[in-house]
């Protein structure tokens, strides 16, 4: 990683770079122009450590990662093949006790997305055999199917007896410790590298992503097929987060694009 650059892209995967099909091709070119750039882009996701290996793998990125909704950062050390690793939740285990607890308190079964069949878990997200065992590596947070509106809000609020948050993404809600979420993990990564005066270009397109977004220098909202996520409606509306002019992969590169063409001291 080019630890002297002024700017990160720090971005979500799931429905900012990706689309519902996992695609990410009409952002290949901006991917390889920031790579020439000596850029960094920082994945910033609900995926797991595993997942999102195999997509730096595929897509040629090399720089540090954050997983499961900021609950843990991974880097690689420049001279050989190892990790390194920095936690900031609560384990699996310690979280889906906490979940089930929740559960009995508004009254309403939450379903972990381990909980679920393969079957059930291939129509949720529509991935491959592979694709499900790497989601399923949870280490820091619980993912769950997503609750009426009216019982995630009753978790939101117990969750503060357990110190936990919820977050909600678009196939499925996410429990992880509260010291834990994406704009506290880039914080934490910048103190890592000793680089606290880069600036932040941060790429979302749900709630889980809105710490990311609050933390970022420029902020963009990626929407969906539909619009803009609700939860983030008010940060564009007030003018703290930019609006991409399409969805997904397209919407990302429109958006990098625009911001790496301003810059006057690259």
């Avoid at 947070?141 to 995630?152: A, E, G, M, R």
């Avoid at 919820?166 to 993990?185: I, T, Y």
């Avoid at 969906?224 to 008010?234: A, R, S």
């Avoid at 703290?240 to 992969?249: D, K, T, Y």
Wanted: charge should be neutral.
């Amino acid at each position: 990683m080019n630890n002297n650059s002024k700017y990160w892209i720090v971005t979500d995967l799931d429905g900012t770079l990706m689309d519902e099909n996992y695609d990410i091709s009409p952002a290949k070119k901006t991917l390889e122009k920031l790579s020439g750039m000596n850029i960094p882009v920082i994945p910033c996701t609900s995926k797991t450590a595993a997942e999102v290996r195999y997509f730096r793998e595929q897509n040629g990125l090399s720089d540090p990662f954050i997983v499961e909704n900021g609950a843990a950062i991974y880097g690689s050390y420049k001279n050989n093949s190892s990790e390194w690793e920095l936690i900031l939740g609560k384990s699996y285990y310690e979280l889906k006790v906490i979940l089930m607890s929740i559960s009995k308190k508004v009254n309403y079964h939450l379903t972990p997305l381990n909980d679920l069949t393969k079957r059930e878990i291939f129509e949720l997200t529509g991935l491959s055999d592979n694709g499900i065992l790497m989601a399923l590596d949870r280490q820091w947070s619980v993912p769950f199917l997503n609750p009426p509106d009216s019982i995630f809000e009753k978790v939101k609020l117990i969750c503060n007896l357990y110190n936990v948050h919820v977050f909600k993404g678009n196939r499925m809600s996410h429990l992880l410790s509260s010291e834990s979420h994406k704009g506290q993990a880039v914080k934490r990564l910048k103190d890592y590298l000793h680089n606290k005066d880069v600036k932040i270009i941060a790429l979302g397109d749900s709630q889980n992503d809105l710490p990311l977004l609050e933390y970022g220098d420029i902020s963009i909202v990626i929407p969906g097929k539909n619009g803009p996520n609700k939860y983030l409606q008010n940060g564009i509306d007030n003018g703290s987060f930019r609006l991409a002019n399409a969805s997904h992969a397209q919407g990302w590169s429109n958006s990098v694009e625009d911001v790496i063409n301003s810059f006057k001291d690259l």
